[in-house]
């Protein structure tokens, strides 16, 4: 039950603690990991329902909206993180809304042509009025 550290070091790239560990009555040695439990994220959708946040259906969507730009695709796995840790911080459940306009947010700075596309179907454009309107939005936040 009582052991006593001979050795700690950081392991996998910072995200585990690595420990040698020996035994007082025996002196048996064995090593242990730490590693930091997340607390799971929910996803509440706009019916009330709650589902496990899941990042590749950010970079699914984005990807859509990103296909035939110059879009690199790690810059796609970024924003999906980005908007993991921003969902993260605002605590253990975050709402689908909050979510795409994180999306859209950072969609702006990086291309224009795939915001207009996900704020089509995020927003649910019904016409060419919808785009015009976000275009003109997109235009005045340029300025």
């Known amino acids: ?22 035994c007082p009555s025996c002196q048996f040695r064995f090593t242990t990991y730490e590693r930091l439990e997340e607390s799971p994220l929910a ?3 706009s019916s009330g329902r709650k589902e496990p946040f899941d990042q590749s259906k950010i970079v699914a969507g984005v990807a859509a909206a990103c296909k035939g730009r ?7 796995a970024r924003l999906a993180v980005e908007i993991e840790d921003r969902a ?5 459940e975050v709402s689908t809304q909050q979510i795409g306009h994180d999306v859209l947010d950072r969609l702006r700075d990086l ?4 915001y207009l596309r996900f704020a ?3 927003k649910d454009f019904g ?14 936040q340029r300025r």
């Open 70 to 76: 110059p879009v690199p695709g790690d810059q796609i």
């Open 1 to 22: 039950m009582d052991t006593k550290v001979i050795d700690s070091r950081d392991a996998e790239e910072g995200s585990t603690i690595r420990r040698r560990r020996a």
């Open 127 to 140: 016409d060419a009025s919808d785009f015009q309107r976000e275009l003109g939005l997109l235009k005045k």
């Open 120 to 122: 089509s179907v995020y």
């Open 88 to 92: 993260r911080l605002r605590g253990g």
């Open 111 to 114: 291309d224009d042509v795939a």
């Open 43 to 45: 996803v509440v959708k």
